[in-house]
């Protein structure tokens, strides 16, 4: 385990969609802050004097049960609150998360349930309906650390409170260079640069064209064969986000532009997006699988040097390449063409909502805020991540750094061994996420700073966020759920035709096109998040 802490926290850290927003509770309901009577210690530890048991869902990866944990015995032992942790499998946590609700058997603390679980919709709907115990006139008093973050950034404050005024999750929030990245980068193959003597990378669409018929005729991977794939991807899922600010469009679904709100896949630039690559995949510049490939034959192709252009979050999981080789395959630098004329990137705000709830009938919130709130620090965050002293670190002899522990050692891969001891491991724990030391004090590493330049140059220099983190009401909550997954599904079908040919893109197809979409609802779709950036807008 060589790469940088804020890397590997980082990973966890992709863009979770946009969120929804509103300005008035969706039903009436008792959603006041409630104390308990319990005597919690404002500072220090315990948090209690008189040990109390909560329970708690979280999402399990299978490696270690969590009560089973170094991490969670040492922190009941200094908090004196003692959890019965349930960790359903993460492809099953959204199910027993929902059944948990519906059954209202609901556990005291939901942990890491994260955008794609506890989402903004659920936060919104079972916090209307009294399920979830408000927060925020508890913050300040029982999370100081939270709160310092909330007044250092009242972003995180707008961003997380929802339609009734109501705090009802608290969010994981990262810094480091990859904490921007809306997903994993594409990443050039630097072999095959070094082959064409290529010194300067592509800065319009037409350039970038050019480059990709030198990859696909010069025979760059120096086999002799015409074998070279200029473009790889798996249904432009990697590649369409970084493509389309290339047209004015900030990445999927609803944008925001100078207070406006469009829709990605049906403003004008997404036509320019769609005749681009057409005209590149007749060329025969895109991979002629990607719209039938796995991930696992795009990692074939590219551990076989046959594909010049790819996403992944770092390069070396493609190309299957040393780590300290990477830091030869630049980074895609943003590319403008007539519908932009500007270089432009997609950021994502830093911020993932819905890691942490607290149910109404919690037998103290305040203590539990109080155990969350120290992972909010960039100490607690250590300690969170590392785990206690002597299970995955020790102290080296002056006490100056710390090294893997004779346990780790002796483990087949150190860094999993990390989430045998802390549950910090793969998922949205709420937490503020800092850069850390690494163990073994290798503080220097020519990747880390490779990943920080090259986003720090290519993606936060021209970065725009694509939509704030914002909350629609119940009812419009359902309307976009419904509207969403039939533009989606109606968009896609098309990109396919119109990439591949079997769909001329015209004038009377792209109106045919554009008239459907309306009518599953994307004007629709734009109201209401229009109006939702107007009330995100408005809270002060």
Same mark, same amino acid.
């Given at each position: 385990?060589?790469?940088?802490?804020?890397?590997?926290?980082?990973?966890?850290?992709?863009?979770?969609?946009?969120?929804?927003?509103?300005?008035?509770?969706?039903?009436?309901?008792?959603?006041?802050?409630?104390?308990?009577?319990?005597?919690?210690?404002?500072?220090?530890?315990? $948090?209690?004097?008189?040990?109390?048991?909560?329970?708690?869902?979280?999402?399990?990866?299978?490696?270690?049960?969590?009560?089973?944990?170094?991490?969670?015995?040492?922190?009941?032992?200094?908090?004196?609150?003692?959890?019965?942790?349930?960790?359903?499998?993460?492809?099953?946590?959204?199910?027993?998360?929902?059944?948990?609700?519906?059954? =209202?058997?609901?556990?005291?603390?939901?942990?890491?349930?994260?955008?794609?679980?506890?989402?903004? +919709?659920?936060?919104?709907?079972?916090?209307?309906?009294?399920?979830?115990?408000?927060?925020?006139?508890?913050?300040?008093?029982?999370?100081?650390?939270?709160?310092?973050?909330?007044?250092?950034?009242?972003?995180?404050?707008?961003?997380?409170?929802?339609?009734?005024?109501?705090?009802?999750?608290?969010?994981?929030?990262?810094?480091?260079?990859?904490?921007?990245?809306?997903?994993?980068?594409?990443?050039?193959?630097?072999?095959?640069?070094?082959?064409?003597?290529?010194?300067?990378?592509?800065?319009?669409?037409?350039?970038?064209?050019?480059?990709?018929?030198?990859?696909?005729?010069?025979?760059?991977?120096?086999? =002799?064969?015409?074998?070279?794939?200029?473009?790889?991807?798996?249904?432009?899922?990697?590649?369409?986000?970084?493509?389309?600010?290339?047209?004015?469009?900030?990445?999927?679904?609803?944008?925001?532009?100078?207070?406006?709100?469009?829709?990605?896949?049906?403003?004008?630039?997404?036509?320019?997006?769609?005749?681009?690559?057409?005209?590149?995949?007749?060329?025969?510049?895109?991979?002629?699988?990607?719209?039938?490939?796995?991930?696992?034959?795009?990692?074939?192709?590219?551990?076989?040097?046959?594909?010049?252009?790819?996403?992944?979050?770092?390069?070396?999981?493609?190309?299957?390449?040393?780590?300290?080789?990477?830091?030869?395959?630049?980074?895609?630098?943003?590319?403008?063409?007539?519908?932009?004329?500007?270089?432009?990137?997609?950021?994502?705000?830093?911020?993932?909502?819905?890691?942490?709830?607290?149910?109404?009938?919690?037998?103290?919130?305040?203590?539990?805020?109080?155990?969350?709130?120290?992972?909010?620090?960039?100490?607690?965050?250590?300690?969170?991540?590392? =785990?206690?002293?002597?299970?995955?670190?020790?102290?080296?002899?002056?006490?100056? +750094?710390?090294?893997?522990?004779?346990?780790?050692?002796?483990?087949?891969?150190?860094?999993?061994?990390?989430?045998?001891?802390?549950?910090?491991?793969? $998922?949205?724990?709420?937490?503020?996420?800092?850069?850390?030391?690494?163990?073994?004090?290798?503080?220097?590493?020519?990747?880390?700073?490779?990943?920080?330049?090259?986003?720090?140059?290519?993606?936060?220099?021209?970065?725009?966020?694509?939509?704030?983190?914002?909350?629609?009401?119940?009812?419009?909550?359902?309307?976009?759920?419904?509207?969403?997954?039939?533009?989606?599904?109606?968009?896609?079908?098309?990109?396919?035709?119109?990439?591949?040919?079997?769909?001329?893109?015209?004038?009377?197809?792209?109106?045919?096109?554009?008239?459907?979409?309306?009518?599953?609802?994307?004007?629709?779709?734009?109201?209401?998040?229009?109006?939702?950036?107007?009330?995100?807008?408005?809270?002060?």
């Amino acid at each position: 385990m060589n790469k940088k802490i804020l890397l590997a926290a980082g990973m966890v850290f992709a863009l979770a969609g946009c969120g929804n927003n509103s300005d008035a509770p969706a039903e009436k309901a008792d959603t006041s802050a409630k104390t308990s009577n319990i005597e919690v210690n404002k500072e220090g530890y315990p $948090i209690v004097d008189d040990q109390i048991e909560m329970s708690m869902i979280a999402p399990g990866l299978g490696i270690n049960e969590w009560n089973d944990m170094d991490f969670i015995k040492d922190y009941e032992d200094k908090t004196n609150i003692k959890l019965d942790i349930t960790t359903p499998p993460q492809s099953e946590f959204k199910t027993k998360l929902n059944l948990a609700f519906a059954s =209202g058997d609901i556990p005291d603390i939901i942990y890491a349930g994260g955008p794609n679980t506890l989402n903004a +919709a659920a936060e919104v709907d079972y916090g209307s309906q009294g399920l979830l115990a408000p927060l925020e006139d508890l913050i300040p008093e029982y999370a100081p650390n939270f709160n310092k973050l909330m007044e250092e950034n009242p972003e995180i404050k707008k961003s997380i409170t929802t339609t009734d005024g109501h705090i009802y999750a608290l969010p994981y929030i990262t810094e480091g260079p990859t904490s921007k990245w809306v997903m994993g980068p594409i990443w050039y193959n630097g072999e095959w640069l070094k082959a064409l003597n290529v010194e300067q990378l592509p800065e319009t669409t037409e350039e970038f064209k050019e480059l990709m018929l030198r990859f696909k005729n010069e025979d760059p991977n120096g086999n =002799g064969e015409a074998d070279e794939i200029p473009i790889s991807d798996v249904n432009f899922s990697g590649l369409r986000p970084w493509f389309l600010p290339a047209f004015g469009i900030k990445g999927w679904g609803p944008f925001e532009k100078d207070g406006k709100v469009s829709y990605s896949f049906t403003d004008p630039g997404f036509r320019g997006y769609l005749e681009y690559m057409h005209d590149l995949y007749a060329e025969g510049i895109i991979d002629q699988e990607i719209f039938s490939q796995s991930k696992e034959q795009l990692q074939a192709k590219g551990q076989e040097n046959k594909v010049g252009v790819f996403q992944e979050w770092f390069s070396y999981f493609i190309t299957g390449r040393e780590e300290a080789d990477a830091v030869n395959d630049p980074m895609f630098a943003p590319l403008t063409s007539d519908y932009q004329k500007t270089p432009l990137m997609p950021i994502g705000p830093g911020i993932k909502r819905g890691s942490f709830a607290i149910s109404s009938k919690n037998p103290s919130v305040e203590a539990s805020l109080r155990w969350v709130d120290t992972f909010y620090t960039k100490d607690g965050f250590d300690y969170l991540y590392y =785990g206690p002293e002597g299970s995955f670190w020790t102290w080296n002899e002056d006490k100056t +750094a710390k090294e893997y522990s004779e346990a780790a050692q002796n483990s087949d891969d150190p860094e999993k061994y990390r989430g045998f001891v802390t549950p910090s491991y793969g $998922i949205t724990v709420p937490a503020y996420s800092v850069p850390l030391d690494p163990i073994g004090g290798e503080k220097e590493n020519p990747f880390n700073d490779f990943i920080e330049k090259e986003t720090e140059e290519k993606i936060l220099a021209n970065g725009e966020q694509i939509f704030p983190l914002t909350y629609l009401t119940n009812e419009e909550n359902e309307e976009v759920s419904d509207i969403t997954v039939e533009l989606e599904t109606y968009m896609k079908e098309n990109e396919a035709q119109f990439i591949n040919g079997s769909k001329e893109i015209n004038d009377q197809t792209w109106q045919e096109y554009i008239d459907t979409m309306n009518k599953i609802g994307a004007e629709r779709l734009i109201e209401i998040y229009q109006a939702a950036y107007d009330r995100w807008k408005a809270i002060k």
